[in-house]
């Protein structure tokens, strides 16, 4: 059973960056799309980028397009969410996850694995 492990959150001011990582334990994400999600207070969980198995192709949510950019490693087994000019309303729960080649990728009923989720907060 892969399981995703997520790391990189914390607290950071607005306009300020942060790092997210994530990497399986017990297994690979070969042959997966890698997905970030995240869950502000209160709030239903959203779709935040996705990048492909292979090609390496990503698409973003339309809030996130042009700050954050989403990466993977394979060699290292680790995916990344670089995010910048980072706002309050970013505040959130972000969750790692991976979903199976060719899936609808926008929709968190696609994914497969995820991770426990690295609390984000940006101060204003």
């Known amino acids: 059973q892969v399981q995703l492990v997520e790391s990189g959150g914390g607290l950071v001011q607005a306009g300020g960056s942060l790092r997210l990582s994530c990497t399986p334990s017990g297994g690979t994400f070969s042959r997966y799309a890698m997905g970030w999600f995240r869950q502000p207070p209160g709030k239903e969980r959203e779709f935040v980028a996705v990048?492909?198995?292979?090609?390496?192709?990503?698409s973003y949510a339309d809030s996130v397009k042009g700050r954050f950019t989403i990466s993977r490693d394979n060699a290292k087994n680790t995916v990344y969410l670089q995010m910048n000019s980072l706002k309050p309303e970013d505040t959130a729960v972000y969750y790692c996850?991976?979903?199976?080649?060719?899936?609808?990728?926008?929709?968190?009923?696609?994914?497969?694995?995820w991770g426990q989720g690295t609390q984000v907060t940006v101060s204003s």
């Open positions: 990048i492909t198995w292979g090609a390496g192709r990503t």
């Open positions: 996850a991976a979903a199976p080649s060719g899936s609808y990728y926008l929709s968190d009923l696609t994914y497969r694995y």
